[in-house]
């Protein structure tokens, strides 16, 4: 008995811990503003999740498919103006994250951080 309450201990101790370490960011902007969230210097990288739109991987020091967003060495996001377009998800990618590629396809593999990536989930600004 004793070696099953301990256990159910166990499991519930590791998953508030996974619940607790994961972040997850809501923010609001209006169009035509400049917008920046500071992701962290561990970030590698961001999957860009938009309506309609197919998902971008968004690297450190590079512009998106969009020239008004860009990420910085220091993992600074900066959409300049916002637009319509840039309502999303912008997912971190930790600086342990790697993408191998196979013979036809990309792998991800996770190697040891078990701290999620911070996650911003971007909406327009009621007026």
Known sequence: MLHKIV???VVITIALHSIIEGSLFRDYTEVGETYQFDFGKNIKGLTI???QEDD???MI???GKNSNVKLSEEGLLTISPVTENDFGIYHGMMGDEI???S???A???ILTNPTSPPTLYLTKKDV
């Open 61 to 63: 020091g590079n512009e």
């Open 103 to 105: 013979e036809n396809e």
């Open 49 to 51: 999740i938009r309506d």
């Open 107 to 109: 792998e991800e593999v």
């Open 7 to 9: 256990s159910i201990f």
């Open 56 to 58: 971008e991987d968004l």
């Open 99 to 101: 993408e191998e590629e």
